[in-house]
Nanobody, 125 residues
Framework: QVQLVESGGGLVQPGGSLRLSCAAS????????MGWFRQAPGKEREFVAA???????????DYADSVKGRFTISRDNAKNTVYLQMNSLKPEDTAVYYC???????????????WGQGAQVTVSS
């Protein structure tokens, strides 16, 4: 029902910045909680950030401690797109990043209903 298409991954040096985008189609975007997860080789998929539109009035955003202060999640409901701005990137940020959508409340667990194809982010000198 909902399709998520990611873009913006790539190679960046430590301390650099990158912005990921995730365009949604096939559903009512504003009704979904949108999240970002990442998965490095040999590791489990982990929560990065999530954002929801509460009562059509304000945003709620949540961040993993590992990215707090460096990453910013945002959404443009008019464009059906969620973004992840990543600053001060570290080698440990290297992973495949997935956008995801779910109904209901925001969650840090990978129990989202829809997933993007993943975008590789590599932080290396």
């Amino acid at each position: 029902q909902v399709q998520l298409v990611e873009s913006g991954g790539g190679l960046v040096q430590p301390g650099g910045s990158l912005r990921l985008s995730c365009a949604a189609s096939g559903g009512t975007f504003s009704r979904y909680v949108m999240g970002w997860f990442r998965q490095a080789p040999g590791k489990e998929r982990e929560f990065v950030a999530a954002i929801s539109w509460i009562a059509g009035k304000t945003y709620y955003a949540d961040y993993a401690d590992s990215v707090k202060g460096r990453f910013t999640i945002s959404r443009d409901n008019a464009k059906n797109t969620v973004y992840l701005q990543m600053n001060s990137l570290k080698p440990e940020d290297t992973a495949v990043y997935y956008c995801a959508a779910k109904s209901g409340v925001a969650s840090r667990s990978p129990n989202y209903d829809y997933w993007g194809q993943g975008a590789q982010v590599t932080v290396s000198s």
